[in-house]
């Protein structure tokens, strides 16, 4: 008796379900009716997705049919090449950049404006550590009016302290949690932000301005008012 003709393709696409990306893999290289089952999209949504090497290979798998409704995704040296391949993605929510790929000044505000534009549309982000120039991370928090951006992680990017404060204080009113961890931000920048909380125009949930006196530059968080960290604890 051949099992694969007793199976029928529902219950093969529950034990698919169940099985690791590498398995997953390997199932499509069984026979043409497992490939077939294998290959739809909602069987590979919540498998993390890492982008580093050969990213031209990657922009052609992101476009077949199986990818599509990717929802996580890690990339090594973001480029504006990937950045229209990513923003175009259906499926895409989380997005985790390790690090962003050099740009050279003539391309630099075309490549931002695409950041903000990749950014705004994702409901996830963490762009932690990537040395984030002022105007990046402007581009960034300038685009998230509106958006269904949730989650921003910042952290460890130094020169956020340079930021207009009322910039961030717009952005975290869209946001129900931003990390601004190691990243130095000022007083002005603080209380900017806690004033948005208090006032009750946003869904801010968690805040995190951990050791930011590591990064202040002479510039004392202590100094923030109390009433204002008193109101949005």
């Known amino acids: 008796v051949d099992i694969n003709k007793c199976l029928p393709s529902e219950l093969l696409h529950i034990i698919f379900a169940m099985l690791t990306c590498e398995d997953l893999k390997n199932v499509l290289f069984v026979c043409r009716r497992w490939r077939e089952v294998g290959e739809a999209p909602v069987l590979w949504a919540g498998l993390g997705l890492k982008i580093s090497k050969n990213k031209n290979l990657i922009t052609e798998l992101l476009d077949c049919g199986r990818l599509a409704l990717v929802r996580k995704m890690t990339v090594h040296g973001l480029d504006a090449g990937l950045m229209l391949v990513l923003a175009r993605h259906r499926g895409l929510r989380q997005l985790i950049v390790r690090s962003i790929a050099l740009v050279r000044q003539k391309?630099?505000?075309v490549f931002d404006r695409l950041l903000g534009r990749l950014v705004s549309g994702l409901s996830q982000v963490c762009l932690a550590s990537n040395y984030l120039s002022v105007e990046q991370a402007e581009a960034v928090l300038g685009a998230l009016s509106g958006t269904r951006l949730r989650r921003l992680n910042l952290g460890d990017n130094s020169k956020l302290h340079m930021v207009r404060p009322d910039m961030i204080s717009q952005a975290a009113g869209w946001l129900e949690e931003l990390n601004l961890q190691r990243?130095?931000?000022?007083?002005?920048?603080?209380?900017?932000?806690?004033?948005?909380?208090?006032?009750?125009?946003?869904?801010?949930?968690?805040?995190?301005?951990?050791?930011?006196?590591?990064?202040?530059?002479?510039?004392?968080?202590?100094?923030?008012?109390?009433?204002?960290?008193?109101?949005?604890?």
Request: net charge positive; glycine share 4%.
């Open 107 to 109: 391309d630099q505000q």
């Open 183 to 233: 990243t130095g931000v000022t007083v002005e920048q603080a209380e900017a932000i806690l004033t948005v909380i208090n006032s009750k125009k946003t869904t801010m949930k968690n805040l995190n301005l951990s050791d930011c006196d590591k990064l202040t530059f002479g510039r004392d968080l202590s100094r923030v008012s109390p009433q204002l960290l008193a109101r949005a604890a």
